[in-house]
Every structure is written in structure tokens, then in C-alpha cells.
């Protein structure tokens, strides 16, 4: 079974940047996966961030990040990245990824990743 972990979180100040890992491990060659990055701040609710085919085709933005963004795979190292730019201080929160085996294409919905496929997640803040 495919088990995701994050690396990166942080404090960065107010428009810095800070770039997430999300290693996969497991029988990462039998699968096509799709991944995508979510995260929740304190009292409110999981919202999707970004995500990425499992071939690069296809990526995907919250509006809140467009822009300031980017997602990127590298298959060879099992890993994705979300390169954060020009960070704000409502971007606080848990960043959590997931994968979707068996997909080709991404959507930044949390229901279609199942329990199995979540990493523990990973803090970012950004403060002053």
C-alpha cells in the first residue's frame, strides 16, 4: 500500500517561501497515482490547495494560490513538491498530501482519496 510522507513545514515570515515534500513509498511502480496537497487551519475546514497528474499533464490550483504556487513531480525520486511563494499569513495551516492510485487525472476534492492515502501532514507558518 502506498504510504505518503511531508517534509518542509516551517515559520517563514510574510512573503517568503517555503517548498513541501510528499515522499511516497511502497509499490510506488505498479501504480499510476495522481497527488494532491490540502491543508486546514485552526477551526476551519480542509481545502485543496493544489494537485498533479500522474504524469505532470495535468495540475490544478486553489484560487487563493494561483500564482504564487507550483506543483511538480519528480517520478524517479517518488516525490512531490509544493513550491510556495509569496506567503501569506492566511496560508497557516497543516499541509497534508494524498494520493488517488489508479488515477491519471487530479481534482482537488478530498473524497476522492481514500483514508489509506494520506500522509500525517506537515505545519506551516507564516508569521512575523
Known amino acids: 500500500q502506498l504510504q505518503l510522507v511531508e517534509f518542509g513545514g516551517g515559520l517563514v515570515q510574510p512573503g517568503g517561501s517555503l517548498t513541501l515534500s510528499c515522499n511516497a513509498s511502497g509499490p510506488t511502480s505498479s501504480y499510476y497515482y495522481a497527488i494532491a496537497w490540502f491543508r486546514q487551519a485552526p477551526g476551519k475546514e480542509r481545502e485543496g490547495v493544489s494537485c498533479i497528474s500522474s504524469r505532470s499533464r495535468m495540475t490544478d490550483y486553489a484560487d487563493s494560490v494561483k500564482g504564487r504556487f507550483t506543483i511538480f513531480r519528480d517520478n524517479a525520486k517518488n516525490t512531490v513538491y509544493l513550491q510556495m511563494n509569496s506567503l501569506k499569513p492566511e496560508d497557516t495551516a497543516v499541509y497534508y498530501c494524498?494520493?488517488?492510485?489508479?488515477?491519471?487525472?487530479?481534482?482537488?476534492?478530498?473524497?476522492?482519496?481514500?483514508?489509506?492515502?494520506w500522509g500525517k501532514g506537515t505545519l506551516v507558518t507564516v508569521s512575523s
Open positions: 494524498a494520493a488517488d492510485p489508479g488515477a491519471r487525472i487530479c481534482v482537488l476534492r478530498a473524497s476522492s482519496y481514500g483514508t489509506d492515502y
